[in-house]
């Protein structure tokens, strides 16, 4: 068997050369190939004369000529594949077709990706930054009743291993309930923190998750979450830019509610609805100030900082609370505090 090998990620590269030397396979320079291993640089250079040197064209085109001969070539581009490869072909003597098809596309996706970047390299560095593309692999789905909901990738390679995918809705739903230019961040599911200014991701180093309700185009060391832009998972909104959950008469009253409510009050929403915790958060006029999360009692409440919006995910019962913030949000409250509060109040479901 003849096998080409050019990789920039090395990693299971061992699975190969162990193969080659196990089975006597041969390994080649020209075609014909059998077997094609092949992948790309995650990062490109940052000068035009290193880009364009970097650029390599044998190992372009053997994937390619493996994807379009998919079913004499094997191509191979992620390391995560070598090993059910060589067990296909030490076990059953060939791949089967699905799986031939199924890593052919994921090869024609990472030449994609990579010259994709290297387009988008290439103005940056010209100054001609006319063209905006990307390549998105979508990597969780949920259908319902009058919405799909999706997330995507343009880095898959990045992602894996990292996606929380049953907290995916539950990041986007966030996502959809933040106001523009708002971010939220989580620590293991939980939220811990929610500003209207974009700026302080970059004060706040708690937390493994990132959402930011806009062109997201920073550098973070957490999971990003984003409407679009740099993120390692992008939102794509339906036509209406909305989630649409139970019945379209719910959507709508909810989203007028939504509407009423000013935007560090919908940060606060968007923070509490989502805790697994019972949870209370109090906010100045742009950010979180206060943070306190419980499991069976309600801690005292005679310490919280004085701030424009409370919100708790559980009663309230204290009516003194009232004079301290301008709005009060809870998911029910004793009679005096109904009576204290007044219009401040705010009673939701969480």
Same mark, same amino acid.
């Given at each position: 068997?003849?096998?080409?090998?050019?990789?920039?990620?090395?990693?299971?590269?061992?699975?190969?050369? +162990?193969?080659?030397? /196990?089975?006597?396979?041969?390994?080649?320079?020209?075609?014909?190939?059998?077997?094609?291993?092949?992948?790309?640089?995650?990062?490109?250079?940052?000068?035009?004369?290193?880009?364009?040197?970097?650029?390599?064209?044998?190992?372009?085109?053997?994937?390619?000529?493996?994807?379009?001969?998919?079913?004499?070539?094997?191509?191979?581009?992620?390391?995560?594949?070598?090993?059910?490869?060589?067990?296909?072909?030490?076990?059953?003597?060939?791949?089967?077709?699905?799986?031939?098809?199924?890593?052919?596309?994921?090869?024609?996706?990472?030449?994609?990706?990579?010259?994709? +970047?290297?387009?988008?390299?290439?103005? /940056?560095?010209?100054?001609?930054?006319?063209?905006?593309?990307?390549?998105?692999?979508?990597?969780?789905?949920?259908?319902?009743?009058?919405?799909?909901?999706?997330?995507?990738?343009?880095?898959?390679?990045?992602?894996?291993? +990292?996606?929380?995918?049953?907290?995916?809705?539950?990041?986007?739903?966030?996502?959809?309930?933040?106001?523009?230019?708002?971010?939220?961040?989580?620590?293991?599911?939980?939220?811990?923190?929610?500003?209207?200014?974009?700026?302080?991701?970059?004060?706040?180093?708690?937390?493994?998750?990132?959402?930011?309700?806009?062109?997201?185009?920073?550098?973070?060391?957490?999971?990003?979450?984003?409407?679009?832009?740099?993120?390692?998972?992008?939102?794509?909104?339906?036509?209406?830019?909305?989630?649409?959950?139970?019945?379209?008469?719910?959507?709508?009253?909810?989203?007028?509610?939504?509407?009423?409510?000013?935007?560090?009050?919908?940060?606060?929403?968007?923070?509490?609805?989502?805790?697994?915790?019972?949870?209370?958060?109090?906010?100045?006029?742009?950010?979180?100030?206060?943070?306190?999360?419980?499991?069976?009692?309600?801690?005292?409440?005679?310490?919280?900082?004085?701030?424009?919006?409370?919100?708790?995910?559980?009663?309230?019962?204290?009516?003194?609370?009232?004079?301290?913030?301008?709005?009060?949000?809870?998911?029910?409250?004793?009679?005096?505090?109904?009576?204290?509060?007044?219009?401040?109040?705010?009673?939701?479901?969480?």
């Amino acid at each position: 068997m003849r096998i080409f090998i050019d990789v920039a990620d090395r990693r299971n590269i061992e699975l190969i050369e +162990k193969w080659l030397e /196990e089975d006597g396979h041969e390994k080649v320079e020209d075609p014909p190939y059998d077997v094609v291993v092949v992948n790309f640089p995650a990062e490109l250079p940052i000068s035009i004369a290193r880009l364009f040197s970097s650029v390599n064209m044998k190992a372009a085109s053997a994937l390619m000529d493996a994807i379009i001969n998919h079913e004499d070539i094997l191509p191979l581009c992620d390391p995560e594949d070598y090993e059910d490869a060589i067990d296909y072909f030490d076990k059953a003597g060939d791949v089967p077709v699905s799986e031939r098809r199924r890593l052919a596309l994921k090869a024609m996706f990472h030449i994609l990706s990579h010259f994709s +970047k290297m387009h988008q390299r290439m103005g /940056e560095l010209f100054g001609m930054s006319y063209f905006e593309h990307r390549i998105l692999q979508v990597v969780e789905s949920e259908y319902g009743n009058g919405y799909i909901l999706e997330a995507l990738t343009d880095r898959p390679e990045r992602t894996r291993g +990292k996606l929380l995918y049953p907290m995916l809705p539950i990041y986007l739903s966030v996502l959809n309930a933040l106001p523009d230019g708002a971010i939220a961040i989580f620590s293991k599911g939980i939220p811990i923190y929610a500003s209207l200014d974009v700026n302080d991701a970059e004060n706040v180093k708690e937390g493994d998750v990132l959402i930011y309700s806009g062109q997201w185009q920073g550098k973070d060391h957490r999971f990003v979450v984003a409407s679009s832009g740099r993120a390692d998972v992008i939102y794509t909104p339906s036509e209406e830019d909305e989630i649409i959950y139970g019945t379209s008469r719910f959507s709508q009253r909810a989203s007028r509610e939504m509407r009423l409510l000013s935007e560090v009050e919908r940060l606060a929403v968007a923070l509490v609805a989502v805790s697994p915790l019972r949870s209370l958060f109090v906010f100045d006029d742009v950010r979180t100030i206060q943070r306190k999360f419980w499991i069976t009692e309600q801690p005292y409440l005679g310490e919280l900082k004085d701030g424009e919006v409370l919100a708790i995910s559980s009663e309230l019962f204290n009516p003194e609370i009232c004079e301290k913030y301008k709005r009060i949000i809870a998911t029910n409250a004793s009679r005096e505090v109904k009576r204290s509060c007044g219009g401040k109040l705010l009673l939701r479901r969480f």
